[in-house]
């Protein structure tokens, strides 16, 4: 799902689509780049920071096991995610979405369509992260995806560092 998701925003920021309204509360507009990793540069730390923290809390909230959800190492099924529940097992406030069928379309589909589903899922995740790696391949080693190189643009910073600067290894002197 994650790869799914990175293959769409990877095309929808390509195609320079982005929201109209203002992207920090200081009106702080969204980047008008179109190179996906150069505009992964222009927003800010902390609008990064925040989507590590959504990223952190849902990797949290997806090893949760509760009375209604086993974990996927403790004999429950991989790839279902824990719906969001609220009371003493689940988070303090209601949510009135899940992630996964949010409106409830899949409680009357039988098991065979379910697991048929699932498998088509599996294969599109695989797919969506071969697109990625290839975008970046192109983007970074000139000539190495030939069908890509006139579509991406080159990108000639660093494609698997987060932020600008290494916050990591900053208090070491890396």
Not at 25 to 51: C, H, R, Y
Not at 91 to 118: A, C, G, Q, W
Not at 139 to 156: E, H, K, R, W
Request: aromatic share 14%.
């Amino acid at each position: 799902r994650v790869a799914m998701a990175a293959f769409v925003g990877y095309i929808v920021h390509a195609n320079g689509i982005k929201f109209p309204w203002a992207m920090q509360m200081d009106g702080t507009a969204f980047p008008s780049e179109t190179n996906p990793p150069a505009l992964w540069d222009a927003v800010s730390d902390d609008a990064k920071w925040q989507i590590f923290g959504l990223i952190g809390f849902l990797e949290f909230w997806s090893e949760l096991s509760t009375p209604q959800h086993k974990h996927y190492m403790a004999g429950g099924k991989p790839g279902d995610f824990p719906d969001f529940v609220s009371g003493p097992d689940g988070i303090p406030h209601p949510v009135p979405f899940n992630l996964y069928d949010p409106f409830k379309f899949s409680k009357n589909m039988s098991e065979e369509t379910k697991e048929r589903r699932l498998r088509a899922e599996l294969n599109n995740g695989r797919l969506a992260q071969l697109g990625l790696f290839g975008f970046a391949c192109a983007q970074t080693i000139p000539g190495s995806v030939p069908a890509l190189s006139s579509i991406v643009s080159p990108y000639d910073g660093e494609f698997m560092a987060p932020f600008a600067t290494n916050v990591i290894g900053a208090p070491f002197g890396l």
